[in-house]
């Protein structure tokens, strides 16, 4: 027919995502303050409020959105560890996005997103070594299964920061929904 | 530890205007539309007509999922690429494909009133909301539970590459007109059934749209679908 052939590039390959649940978390004062001095430890990783997020999934699918744009100079905001919180969000409004779905002084409950550059963290060991570092300074526990998350969502708390009340009382509805916004933020709001 | 890349990409299905591949993205079966080039018209035309439809599409696909109407879940929308990564309905079945093996059975007519009567149902809401799909034709239509009790249907809309929000009465008026065209030539007497469909549409579009949406449906089944240029 044509000679057009599909080149589908999602990702620039250089950068991996780690995500991890933190539960019982006892220093977010802390961790929070540490984040505002730009602390090495915490360079490149995303806290955000577990109880805002409904499924693992929107917190990938807003990841992978922000490497993309990242690798393409159009982010919205300063780095990776910020997109992609802007990219959970149902505003145009960064701070107002950092603010809600952001670390608070109070929460318990988190999920971190460690963006690793394998251009300059190459090898397993080195990432681990990143990782252990950063969790060094969580006062909490760690878990890497995310179905633990099922449990502290707070669909209340969801619907209300998404102003989304009429989807209340259905959990898949307002997942679907979540997932496809966070996907495409650049082009609906 | 994330697996962030598309795999396992496999032709679906070839279209005038692009294609769709199946293929694997962050452990979720998906399907992945990309819309082609056109090579016929000016690059810069091309670029924000594209632009402007792929805009329509997810657009018209999410603010149907904010009605809590069921549309494929978008995992990855870009732009740049004109790529659309979206979830795959394995349980899904077209509309035209049930129609039609209902049409084959004895005593179905209830089932398919009971179809008709949510199509009307989940078009009145869309329309109400002045989403206009653009292509409706029971291939567009899905359902999400072709398994499930007459009552409980769910209907999964596709393929919104024509859809836009805020549109008129008029756009409304074809979008029912399309869906006439394309109904009654897949489905031969059927008219018992989207007569319908008709009814349920009416009853739940807001009254004071209704009859002008109706008045320019008439127009167009009248005049066909575009507007007539003479004069």
Known sequence: ?189 | MAQSDLTDLQLYKQGAEGRLFTGEYLGQKVLVKQRFPKKYRHPQLDAQLSAQRFRGEVRSLIRCQSLGIRTPTILLADLDQNIIVMEFLARAQTCRYFIQTLLAEDGSEPRLLALAQVIGKVLALIHSNHIIHGDLTTSNILVANPGAPDCELELVLIDFGLGFAEGSAEDKGVDLYVLERAFLSTHPNTEAIFDAIMKAYKSDVPQKDCSEILKKYEEIRLRGRKRTMLG
């Open chain 1, 1 to 189: 027919m044509d000679c057009w052939s599909p080149t589908i590039d999602l990702l620039p390959p250089s950068i991996r995502i780690d995500v991890l649940l933190l539960t019982s978390v006892r220093n977010a004062a802390q961790l929070r303050k540490a984040l505002m001095e730009s602390d090495p430890r915490l360079e490149n990783i995303a806290l955000i409020k577990a109880h805002l997020i409904i499924d693992p999934l929107q917190v990938h699918v807003a990841a992978n959105k922000s490497i993309m744009a990242d690798s393409r100079d159009k982010k919205n905001t300063r780095s990776l560890s910020t997109e992609v919180i802007f990219n959970l969000s149902s505003t145009k409004n960064i701070t107002a996005s950092l603010q809600t779905f952001g670390i608070g002084d109070d929460d318990q409950n988190l999920i971190a997103v460690i963006f690793d550059d394998i251009a300059s963290i190459s090898s397993e060991s080195d990432r681990n070594e990143r990782k252990n570092k950063f969790l060094d300074l969580v006062d909490g526990s760690v878990s890497t299964n995310m179905e633990d998350l099922s449990e502290i969502t707070d669909l209340d708390a969801i619907t209300k920061a998404h102003k989304l009340k009429h989807l209340a009382g259905d959990r898949d509805k307002l997942t679907r929904l979540l997932i496809s916004r966070s996907a495409a933020k650049d082009l609906i709001f």
